[in-house]
């Protein structure tokens, strides 16, 4: 009964959690974690599994800008691999892998797991990344490894905001009021001559 009630829990949990919990599972492919299948996407051919697979677009609906594809690689192989490519099938959209640290190729650990998104973590960003995916939309993401092949799967589209505002595209552009409203502050500018020190002295 009592370990009924801590999986129940724990799948409330996941649920709410499952992209912020990314970064955190390092404890292998057992781990109790991995176990509870919330509603994202999630593949497994031959060693590789893929989970919570996401392409995260720009905030607020409609805005210019790159959007990121977000997953886990879990490669339960003896044998690193490596990420090629990763690219989603029916659009022109460009998708530039970056490794964590550096330049360089993007690999998957023998026994380990990659996380792609997020601070200090792999990328994935996609170029226009508003004409490739919308949100809500169900989009084809691709991952190319270097002895599995291509691992395909459904991923949801949604954007950078609450959870996944994290995992998102590291590129947002400055809403236009915010950009307009800076050098518009009337005590920044026109003070004549010594009376304006009173204003700022706090």
């Known amino acids: 009964m009592s370990r009924s009630l801590r999986r129940g829990a724990l799948a409330a949990t996941a649920i709410v ?3 912020a919990a990314l970064s955190a599972c ?74 964590a640290k550096g330049t360089g190729q993007v690999t998957v650990p023998a026994g380990g797991s990659l996380v792609i998104g997020g601070a200090g973590n792999a990328t994935a960003l996609v170029e226009s990344g508003a004409e490739s995916a919308k949100d809500g939309d169900a989009q084809k993401v691709v991952f190319k490894l270097s002895k599995t092949g291509e691992v395909g799967l459904d991923a949801f589209v949604v954007p950078a905001t609450s ?33 304006a020190s009173h204003g700022t002295g706090h």
């Open 17 to 19: 959690f499952s992209v």
């Open 26 to 99: 390092g404890a292998g492919n057992d781990a109790q974690t991995l176990q509870i299948r919330p509603d994202n996407a999630a593949v497994t051919v031959d060693d590789i599994k893929i989970q919570n697979a996401l392409v995260i677009t720009q905030p607020e609906p409609g805005a210019k800008g790159p959007a990121a594809v977000s997953a886990t690689v879990f490669n339960g192989g003896d044998q690193p691999q490596t990420l090629e490519a990763v690219t989603l099938p029916g659009t022109n959209a460009v998708v530039k892998l970056t490794p």
């Open 163 to 195: 959870y996944f505002k994290e995992f998102g595209p590291s590129v947002v552009p400055a809403p236009p009021s915010a950009s307009a409203s800076a050098p518009a502050s009337p005590s920044a500018s026109a003070s004549p001559s010594g009376e």
